[in-house]
């Protein structure tokens, strides 16, 4: 989808209040999409926490209810999302993107069920791209595996706890991290993606830092 094609058309985007989402649904706006926002509407970083399960806690801190909460809510919602787009289906031509995490390619020890949550997403996007491609639909399904950073609520306090972790301090632990992906970032490449034609083949996969994206074999 060129960018003139994206003048006038609907994005919708979950997670549009703050973060990555609102970063994305900002670049959108700006591109002349008419987006619709979707959020759960969490006003602070401890509602987020208190709806993740207190996700940034040791394996055997966890319950099974705790461990498990990711896949009752991310894994979810791109599961009926990319349902919804081959039942219906959605135009040809569009584009859906989930947002998966760089922990689905690395883990992440202190966060209960949320790597796996993420690698699941992947998954799915793929299996729906297979399924769209088997049907002749024309709908593009995209993956993306944003590493971590601190420029957003739910980063921030996963960096905190990796850095008491590793015995260290924030600053520290961040500088390590290299640049900081930051919502405008993250705004760019979703542009970016929607406006470059598919790959020939393969299913669509990027892992997103403050460099850009880069793909997932």
């Known amino acids: 989808m060129s960018a003139q094609e994206l003048s006038g058309s609907t994005a919708l985007v979950t997670g549009a209040s703050r973060g990555f989402g609102r970063g994305i649904a900002i670049a959108l706006a700006g591109a002349g999409a008419n987006v619709v926002g ?35 809510t991310d894994v979810r919602q791109v599961f009926h999302w990319s349902r919804e787009a081959l039942l219906r289906p959605l135009a040809e031509g569009s584009v859906v993107i989930a947002f998966s995490s760089g922990a689905a390619l690395r883990g992440s020890p202190l966060s209960g069920g949320y790597a796996g949550a993420k690698a699941t997403i992947r998954f799915v996007s793929a299996y729906a791209a297979d399924e769209s491609q088997r049907a002749g639909l024309g709908i593009r399904f995209v993956s993306v595996l944003p590493q971590l950073t601190p420029a957003t609520g739910l980063g921030a306090a996963a960096v905190a706890a990796y850095a008491r972790r590793a015995g260290t301090d924030v600053a520290t632990y961040t500088e390590n991290l290299g640049p900081a992906l930051t919502p405008e970032h993250v705004g760019k490449a979703i542009l970016d993606l929607i406006e470059t034609p598919a790959p020939g083949e393969g299913a669509e996969a ?12």
């Open 38 to 72: 979707v959020a759960r509407d969490r006003a602070s970083l401890e509602e987020l926490r208190a709806q993740l399960g207190d996700a940034f806690t040791p394996l055997h801190r966890h319950t099974w209810e705790t461990f498990s909460s990711n896949w009752h």
């Open 206 to 217: 990027y892992l997103l830092t403050a460099g850009g994206l880069r793909p997932v074999p």
